[in-house]
């Protein structure tokens, strides 16, 4: 299946060229970790003060060890994701399309749905293309959710080579583009 319809036309593809790590990938250990600092003081002083039953906190390390299981195994999902994603930008759209094993993923962005897109440099040649997609656009989006990272992601081109250039074909396309709806 091929994911342009008809008088579409594709202005750039490309993919990660590497992962980027964000501030989301480590908040969540962050909080983890905060929190079990809380539970092990409070449980300290439960024991210590008010004479409570250290079984009673016996099954908390296994609690946290499953949230921080869970949020590495989110991290590794997303590592992987990039290492089959493509992104295509054409003059209506920007389509994410995830080649896996098991099948052929397309979602996509219409460009009027975007706000301006803004470039990050990693220095290294290459940069993140995002936008800030306004709140009705994410939830329309989880509306056809199939429990896939593709689904939540906010709309960004990660790592890719020349994103100034990308930008700019987006800028450019995006207010002659009728919106679709």
């Known amino acids: 299946m091929y994911p342009l319809v008809e008088g579409e036309e594709l202005l750039w593809s490309g993919r990660p ?3 980027v790590r964000r501030y ?3 908040h969540n250990y962050v909080a983890v970790a905060v929190a079990f600092g809380v539970t092990v003081a409070l449980g300290t002083v439960g024991i210590m003060v008010f004479d409570a039953d250290p079984v009673a906190f016996a099954w908390w390390p296994t609690f946290f060890g499953v949230a921080i299981a869970l949020i590495a195994e989110q991290n590794r999902q997303r590592k992987v994701l990039f290492g089959v994603l493509t992104y295509l930008v054409t ?7 995830a080649d896996r094993p098991g099948g052929i993923e397309f979602r ?3 460009l009027p749905d975007l706000d301006e897109p803004r470039v990050r440099d990693h220095g290294d040649g290459t940069g993140t293309v995002g936008f800030g997609a306004p709140v009705r656009v994410r939830l329309r989006a989880q509306k056809f959710q199939a429990r896939s990272l593709l689904t939540t992601m906010v709309p960004e081109l990660v790592a890719i080579e020349d994103p100034e250039r990308v930008a700019e074909l987006i800028a450019r396309n995006a207010p002659r583009t ?3 709806g």
């Open 24 to 26: 989301a990938d480590f």
């Open 178 to 180: 009728p919106a679709a």
């Open 17 to 19: 060229q590497r992962y």
């Open 91 to 97: 003059d209506r759209r920007i389509v994410f399309v």
């Open 108 to 110: 996509w962005v219409w």
